[in-house]
């Protein structure tokens, strides 16, 4: 019996059918893709809208902005190399709920709790 080449093994998965659990993964990673850049855009909207009232300088937006870019970065960098060790699966499914939970507890926080005056006074 001839061992299986790589060729052998791609050409399965180029004639794989897509089936209900491709589309469901499809649908669900888009779903987090969507609302990740999501976070991005309202970021921005609300410094518009807040930044003004809360008296924010030029460069504390821009810090505010810098950090949200700077930590997707190295965020994906720490993440992909923990997919790498521990399947992408996990880290998708960790890293999903993780940004919800974070997300959701954002609500507690009270009125006025930032440190931008403290960090720039």
């Not at 779903?31 to 518009?48: H, K, Q, R, T």
């Not at 807040?50 to 930590?71: A, K």
């Not at 521990?86 to 709920?97: A, H």
Request: glycine share 12%; with cysteine; proline share 2%.
């Amino acid at each position: 019996m001839a061992a299986a080449t790589s060729e052998d093994l791609l050409a399965l998965f180029d004639c794989a059918p897509l089936n209900r659990r491709y589309w469901t993964s499809f649908a669900l990673l888009g779903a987090v893709y969507v609302l990740d850049f999501f976070d991005f855009f309202l970021i921005a909207f609300i410094m518009a809208e807040v930044g003004p009232s809360w008296h924010l300088t030029y460069g504390q937006v821009t810090l505010i902005f810098y950090g949200s870019g700077i930590g997707a970065i190295l965020g994906s960098l720490v993440w992909g190399s923990l997919g790498e060790v521990f399947g992408r699966q996990l880290q998708t499914v960790t890293g999903t709920l993780i940004c919800g939970v974070s997300a959701g507890l954002i609500g507690f926080l009270p009125t006025g709790a930032h440190l931008s005056h403290a960090l720039f006074a």
